[in-house]
């Protein structure tokens, strides 16, 4: 399993982004998908999750009407749409995915075993 997440920048306060997660070696629909973020001296966090199927979502609540997370089966990719950025969503953002039986989110980071190798955000002031 590959996963290759890009499309962080810099970016002013207030602006927007799209992340994508490309994902290789996998059957793409049997995996639980999220998005981590790492901000300096800070631990890792989740930023939101998806099923599988796409049918349940999590997202933490900084980023409630935020961000979006959504996947596209055809294309093996997940994305993390994030809107009005704020200084404080400055982090390397990971995505991650497990294989699941079932319809799961998977929120925890020690619930993953496979990892993207993460893209820089930083929102300026």
């Known amino acids: 399993v590959q996963l290759q997440a890009y499309g962080g920048g810099l970016v002013q306060a207030g602006g927007f982004l799209r992340l994508s997660c490309a994902a290789c070696?996998?059957?793409?629909?049997?995996?639980?998908m999220a998005w981590f973020r790492q901000a300096t001296g800070k631990e890792r966090e989740v930023v939101a999750a998806?099923?599988?199927?796409?049918?349940?979502?999590y997202y933490r609540d900084a980023a409630k009407g935020q961000f979006t997370i959504f996947r596209d089966s055809a294309k093996n990719t997940l994305y993390l749409q994030m809107n009005s950025l704020k200084p404080e969503d400055t982090a390397v953002y990971y995505c991650?995915?497990?294989?699941?039986?079932?319809?799961?989110?998977?929120?925890?980071?020690?619930?993953?075993?496979?990892w993207g190798q993460g893209t820089q955000v930083t929102v300026s002031s």
């Open positions: 991650a995915a497990e294989r699941v039986y079932g319809e799961y989110v998977l929120i925890r980071e020690s619930d993953y075993d496979h």
């Open positions: 070696g996998l059957l793409f629909d049997n995996y639980a």
């Open positions: 998806i099923s599988e199927s796409a049918g349940s979502t």
